[in-house]
């Protein structure tokens, strides 16, 4: 198994930022494409954005242009950093961790998942 270990949440203004790192075990974090994954009460857990092994960035349209997503491989983390943050952000944010595949915007195509870590986007 691969353990994926989220941090950096927690509550900011709308129009601030945050970065999310999932740190993940093993020397083979390489050889996996990460994603961040968020769910809101109520609704379904959605794709946010995808790293490759080759460092090809994917986002969801709603936040192209305001977040990043960005690996270290030496340091076996991926971060997501957010910036103008809005109140629909407010989610619990997954990490997750696939060995192979070329769909990254489907919860099923990935093999690993942290516990996840809460944002929430006030007002």
Do not use: H
């Not at 999932?22 to 020397?27: D, I, K, L, T, V």
């Not at 195509?109 to 944002?119: C, I, S």
């Amino acid at each position: 198994q691969v353990q994926l270990v989220e941090s950096g949440g927690g509550l900011v203004q709308a129009g601030g930022s945050l970065r999310l790192s999932c740190a993940a075990s093993g020397r083979t974090f390489s050889n996996y494409a990460m994603a961040w994954f968020r769910q809101a009460p109520g609704k379904n857990r959605e794709f946010v954005a995808a790293i490759r092994r080759s460092e090809i960035t994917y986002y969801q349209d709603s936040v192209k242009g305001r977040f990043t997503i960005s690996r270290d491989n030496a340091k076996n983390t991926v971060y997501l950093q957010m910036n103008s943050l809005k109140p629909e952000d407010t989610a619990v944010y997954y990490c997750a961790a696939k060995v192979r595949g070329s769909n990254y915007y489907d919860t099923l195509n990935y093999d690993y998942w942290g516990q996840g870590t809460q944002v929430t986007v006030s007002s």
